[in-house]
């Protein structure tokens, strides 16, 4: 009998004041035979909640949420692209898949900006941002 699980995550959509009001996280790993297993992290920051999914799942592909989106005050409420360099860091055999970018107005991450930080840092072999409507395999 194949076994499927899907697991609920935590995280932080900011942080200080603005993390308080923006409310509870919610990622998933989703895990089954024979398919590698997969970490959604949802609008959360680089935070000791993804850390601990990290290490706890040991997830194959991660799905991060990016674009460093912020209102006009405040710290992003997305992830940054030094967030995505600690989510590779944390799970260095793990592909990473960077999406949520450009998709709002209030998102200060373009892709073109990721994929130039990633180049310099060495991460282009672990980190994938599809464009808008790709998809991948």
């Known amino acids: 009998m194949e076994r499927n ?11 200080g004041e603005i ?3 923006m409310g509870l ?15 959604i992290t949802g609008d959360t920051i680089w935070c000791a909640d993804v850390k601990d999914a990290l290490e706890t799942y040991n997830p194959q592909i991660v799905l991060c949420f990016a674009g460093a989106a912020q209102f006009s005050s405040g710290d992003p409420i997305t992830m940054t692209k030094e967030d995505i360099a600690q989510v590779c860091k944390h799970a260095p ?13 209030h998102c200060s991450l373009s892709r073109q900006e990721l994929k ?11 980190v994938y941002v599809p464009d808008d409507g790709e998809w991948v395999k």
């Not at 996280?25 to 970490?39: H, R």
């Not at 055999?93 to 107005?105: D, F, L, R, T």
């Not at 130039?116 to 672990?126: D, P, V």
């Open 5 to 15: 699980h899907i697991n609920r995550t935590s995280g932080r959509h900011g942080t």
């Open 19 to 21: 993390g308080e009001k």
């Open 25 to 39: 996280v919610s990622g998933f790993v989703l895990q089954t035979e024979n398919e590698p297993s997969l970490y």
């Open 93 to 105: 055999a793990a592909k990473v898949i960077v999406v949520h970018m450009e998709a709002w107005n």
């Open 116 to 126: 130039r930080y990633l180049a310099e840092n060495n991460l282009t072999r672990q």
